[in-house]
Nanobody, 122 residues
Framework: QVQLVESGGGLVQPGGSLRLSCAAS????????MYWVRQAPGKGLEWVSA????????VYADSVKGRFTISRDNAKNTVYLQMNSLKPEDTALYYC???????????????WGQGTQVTVSS
């Protein structure tokens, strides 16, 4: 049974930081690309970041480049998203997802978590 469980969301002031975690089980984590995707209230899915199976290659959306860092620990079957300099427009439900291939289309991802809420507000 595949599971992706996100944690680490919460309420933070603009300019603050949060670290999201996603613990995976039920599939060969170390062979999958892992992604973070977000959905703001009333909006569609927005692709945020990706990391390759070994962790050595990362990709970011322009909206978060330079502020967010994706990483993974294959020994712990966990992917992370370090979010710094948070802005109100970063407010969203953040999902982690996994796929055997690199894709910028979230609808193509094989596995999804349930999401963790990030709210950036003063």
């Amino acid at each position: 049974q595949v599971q992706l469980v996100e944690s680490g969301g919460g309420l933070v002031q603009p300019g603050g930081s949060l670290r999201l975690s996603c613990a995976a089980s039920g599939f060969t984590f170390s062979t999958y690309w892992m992604y973070w995707v977000r959905q703001a209230p009333g909006k569609g899915l927005e692709w945020v970041s990706a990391v390759n199976s070994g962790g050595g290659s990362t990709v970011y959306a322009d909206s978060v480049k330079g502020r967010f860092t994706i990483s993974r620990d294959n020994a712990k079957n966990t992917v992370y998203l370090q979010m710094n300099s948070l802005k109100p427009e970063d407010t969203a439900l953040y999902y982690c997802a996994g796929s055997p291939l690199l894709s910028g289309r979230p609808e193509e991802y094989a596995y999804w978590g349930q999401g963790t809420q990030v709210t950036v507000s003063s």
